[in-house]
């Protein structure tokens, strides 16, 4: 089967994750960039990255790489692309993201409306028509140019990785799954007899990545992706790959996930994001305020994005929440880890504690911290 160069895209201070991924489904000749992973694979691999990858954004096939320093070069370069190879006579290919950062060609627009003009040049010599239907299945091209260096490449995803499909109703400040899978994954908790605390749960979304990835359950499979209208890649590939993931799920494994939040709303909410993800036998969601909170082992992991400065809270609100929450896990869960995402910069003087490690994250652009206090081992 032939290979392609394929890149996971990634939110800045998660490539490590999204590679460590990779490594773990098996792809090889891996590198990574800011905000992207590449690595060389089959179209059997697109179909296993868009299922099983966690952490990343989109997964996109590398159609093209070259310098372009005028507008001639830019549309001889894209019109040497085999696109027939992906794009099918009716198929539909808008030129969804263009970026150009410190290029001479810096005209978003101008980049656009050439390499399409270069593309339908390229398909009208190989399907002898000069006017495409595009009424057939959809070919997403995104354009990436820096110093120059212009990557272009087709969209297997359609809708982002974090579109996992179970959660239809959100709150006023959600945090994207792929970003609540993130934070799970760098406490390294994977279910078994420590149990997992999320005191200020929303609607659900990090107790839900918990517990698909202590059952092993692959983030995409309950989705569709737009690549799965595409000819070139077999139905059984993604017959099969599905079938896989579903025989690889942990069904035996002891899992204990706490989850709660104070507005009872939000969590009916909750709960029916839980059954449409099928694991809400592995959480038990309450309805009550993180003060009432009570430790159900001597050790175990807490995590939470609670309300910060940007989002819903004013300084002394956010202040006092914090100290509360500092209190909370320092005096009850002396043993536990715990770990806070939040964009407040004096937080560990508000929580009244230093924490053991903290990383910068971007949560819907907002930059973060993600403070890491590990307890006993």
Aim: charged share 30%; with cysteine; aromatic share 12%.
């Amino acid at each position: 089967m032939k290979e392609y160069t394929i890149i996971a895209s990634s939110t800045m201070g998660l490539e490590s994750l999204v590679r460590d991924e990779c490594k773990e489904l098996g792809f090889k000749d891996i590198e990574t960039f800011n905000g992207k992973i590449q690595f060389k694979g089959t179209l059997k691999d697109v179909v296993k990255a868009n299922l099983h990858l966690r952490c990343a954004d989109r997964v996109f096939i590398k159609m093209g790489e070259f310098k372009a320093y005028t507008f001639e070069e830019l549309f001889q370069h894209i019109k040497k692309i085999n696109w027939s190879e992906f794009i099918e006579k009716d198929g539909e290919f808008p030129i969804s993201w263009v970026s150009a950062v410190k290029c001479t060609l810096f005209s978003k627009s101008d980049i656009q409306r050439i390499s399409k003009k270069a593309m339908v040049d390229n398909l009208s010599e190989v399907y002898g028509i000069d006017q495409f239907p595009e009424t057939g299945a959809k070919f997403k091209i995104k354009i990436q140019g820096n110093k120059d260096l212009f990557n272009v490449m087709i969209d297997t995803s359609g809708e982002g990785l974090h579109r996992r499909g179970y959660r239809a109703l959100i709150n006023e400040a959600p945090l994207k799954e792929t970003m609540a899978a993130a934070l799970v994954k760098l406490t390294r908790w994977k279910g078994g007899e420590r149990p997992f605390i999320d005191p200020m749960c929303g609607t659900g979304t990090l107790a839900i990545e918990a517990a698909m990835i202590a059952r092993n359950v692959a983030p995409g499979v309950n989705r569709n992706f737009v690549s799965e209208e595409w000819k070139i890649i077999p139905r059984d590939l993604w017959i099969d790959a599905r079938d896989e993931a579903f025989s690889n799920e942990d069904l035996d494994k002891e899992v204990k996930i706490y989850a709660s939040d104070i507005d009872p709303e939000t969590i009916e909410i909750a709960i029916e994001n839980a059954k449409k993800a099928g694991v809400e036998d592995d959480i038990i969601f309450e309805t009550k305020n993180f003060l009432e909170l009570e430790s159900p082992s001597e050790t175990g992991c807490i995590v939470s994005n609670p309300p910060y400065g940007e989002r819903l809270l004013n300084d002394d609100k956010v202040e006092r929440l914090y100290g509360l929450l500092g209190d909370v896990c320092t005096k009850r869960f002396p043993k536990w880890s715990y770990y806070i995402i939040t964009s407040y910069r004096n937080f560990e003087g508000s929580f009244g504690k230093r924490c053991t490690k903290n990383r910068k994250l971007y949560n819907g652009g907002i930059e973060c911290h993600y403070y890491q206090y590990f307890g006993a081992k």
